[in-house]
Nanobody
Framework: QVQLVESGGGLVQAGGSLRLSCSAS????????MGWFRQAPGKERDFVAG????????LYAASVKGRFTISRDNAKNTAYLQMNSLKPEDTAVYYC???????????????WGQGTQVTVSS
């Protein structure tokens, strides 16, 4: 079992930065790939970024590549999403998920956090 808790969301002006954290409980965190997804009102949950269990490989959605950075610290059981140059269209609830590998589909993730709201004002 893995329990995930996101934090770090908030209100920021366009062009600003936020760092989201995803803290995990359970002994299997270091063996799981982690993904960040986001869901805007009235839209589906979309893949944002993913990182393998070792941290050696990452994958990004085209819309965030070059602006967002995913990382993890297995010693702290925590994954991060550094978000720079934020845009109003980045406004959404951000979720972290754990899976056997990095998948683009949220259906493949076994565990989810409760989400954290990110609002970017113009």
């Amino acid at each position: 079992q893995v329990q995930l808790v996101e934090s770090g969301g908030g209100l920021v002006q366009a062009g600003g930065s936020l760092r989201l954290s995803c803290s995990a409980s359970g002994r299997t965190f270091s063996s799981k790939a982690m993904g960040w997804f986001r869901q805007a009102p009235g839209k589906e949950r979309d893949f944002v970024a993913g990182i393998t269990w070792s941290g050696r490989s990452t994958l990004y959605a085209a819309s965030v590549k070059g602006r967002f950075t995913i990382s993890r610290d297995n010693a702290k059981n925590t994954a991060y999403l550094q978000m720079n140059s934020l845009k109003p269209e980045d406004t959404a609830v951000y979720y972290c998920g754990a899976a056997q590998a990095v998948y683009l589909s949220g259906d493949m993730y076994d565990y989810w956090g409760q989400g954290t709201q990110v609002t970017v004002s113009s």
